[in-house]
């Protein structure tokens, strides 16, 4: 039966969701040069359109729609046919199947959105697209299926994931890392240093992030209930502590805190929180955050150890914070917290950890293999990478035919 209040509830988290795509735009703007901004803003705002397109003909159906063998959705639900205004139970007895249809579509859109972050400065527009929308159907919509789909078979094994560790930051964190091997660094990286033209912008963007996640993950309670605030709670307090650890051990490490280590850490508390957000309570969420902080800070200077070029740290954020949030569900979670959830090891079930650490070789090792390929296809038939001349020139000469600033305020962004 619909409840009015989830579905107001579930409609307004859609809403914050889909506002964390313009918010990751700042985000990834400010931490650009001057030259690319618009470019970068471009990547991040066209998939709205983009993956929006595809979950409206094919994806919502594959990824949701009537199981295939624990692998993939059918199509009976393409061009959300039969998606109407009555609920679905097996998804969210309370809220009409368009409301949980448009709710998910939002995690969608931003996903390949996330990936931008590795390659930013250096990608040609239109492969770009080709390729977001391969990787959307090939990776996003199946990997969904398993993990969160009526009959998806990480789903029936156990695996848990609250709100898209497993499904948004791990995935996208294991493409970032193929692109960044098969594309290669930007033109004299570690010749120069590449500073962030605009972190005020950054900050801001990292408050939008911050406030969208609330609907990100208390959203996917599905419900306005107790689930969701202990998720609401959850967020807030991985986030914080993630910004908390990230400064006192950069702080420590390079002699001063900063307003980007500062905004990395949050978004990295942000991510790690995801998976565990609706099963833990809030001290444990409070050790995620601290966790998340530490780790992601050291995944982060590994880049520089290990050789590539992955220019916003995608892969030290999201991937690293997906895939120890996920696997600290296998340790912090409790139906105590949440009875429709998983216990973990502290609650007596060492088991789930294995459950989830399978699922997370499993999902890292198909999205890192399949974005592989589908880099490496595109390359070879557009050619994803800037010509020198136009990474000199930037992105949004070269790409758009536009500037952000006029060269008296352009400082710094060469």
């Not at 066209?46 to 063998?69: K, N, Q």
């Not at 969608?108 to 400065?121: D, H, Q, S, Y």
């Not at 892969?315 to 120890?324: C, D, E, K, R």
């Not at 499993?362 to 399949?370: D, S, T, W």
Request: glycine share 14%; hydrophobic share 50%.
């Amino acid at each position: 039966m619909i409840q009015a209040g989830d579905t107001a509830f579930v409609l307004i988290s859609a809403a914050l969701v889909l506002l964390m795509t313009p918010g990751l735009a700042l985000f990834y703007g400010g931490m650009v040069r001057g030259k690319n901004v618009l470019g970068t803003f471009m990547q991040s705002f066209f998939l709205i359109a983009l993956v929006s397109m595809e979950w409206v003909v094919l994806g919502y159906s594959l990824s949701f729609g009537p199981d295939t063998g624990g692998v993939t959705g059918n199509l009976a639900w393409a061009l959300l046919s039969g998606v109407g205004a009555a609920p679905n139970p097996d998804y969210a007895a309370t809220i009409p199947h368009s409301v949980f249809m448009i709710y998910q579509c939002m995690f969608a859109v931003i996903t390949p959105a996330l990936i931008t972050g590795a390659f930013a400065e250096r990608v040609r527009f239109a492969p770009f697209l080709v390729f977001s929308l391969l990787w959307t159907l090939c990776v996003y919509n199946p990997v969904c299926h398993w993990v969160w789909g009526a009959g998806g078979w990480l789903k029936a094994m156990g695996a848990a994931d609250f709100a898209g560790g497993i499904v948004v930051h791990l995935t996208c964190g294991a493409a970032a890392l193929a692109a960044v091997l098969v594309i290669g660094p930007r033109k004299d990286y570690g010749r120069r240093q590449f500073f962030p033209h605009n972190l005020p912008m950054t900050l801001t963007g990292t408050g939008l992030l911050w406030f969208g996640w609330f609907g990100f993950n208390g959203g996917s309670a599905l419900a306005a209930n107790g689930v969701a605030a202990t998720a609401f709670v959850s967020t807030h307090l991985g986030g914080m502590a993630g910004m908390a650890m990230w400064t006192i051990v950069e702080w420590w490490h390079r002699g001063k805190p900063t307003t980007l280590g500062a905004a990395s850490g949050a978004v990295a508390g942000l991510a790690t929180i995801t998976p565990a957000a609706g099963f833990v309570s809030a001290p444990s969420a409070i050790c995620i955050g601290l966790t998340a902080g530490a780790v992601c800070y050291l995944g982060v200077l590994a880049k520089a150890r290990l050789g590539y070029d992955d220019s916003l740290d995608v892969v030290g954020i999201h991937g690293l914070g997906g895939l120890v949030g996920t696997l600290l569900v296998g340790v912090f979670a409790t139906k105590a917290v949440n009875p429709g959830g998983v216990n973990g090891l502290i609650a007596g079930n060492p088991a789930q950890l294995g459950v989830q650490a399978l699922a997370v070789v499993v999902v890292a090792g198909y999205a890192f293999a399949v974005s592989w390929a589908l880099l490496q296809l595109v390359d070879k038939l557009m050619g994803l990478r800037l010509a020198p001349d136009a990474e000199s020139q930037g992105l949004d000469q070269s790409e758009h035919t536009e500037t952000a600033y006029s060269d008296s305020l352009d400082i710094g962004a060469r």
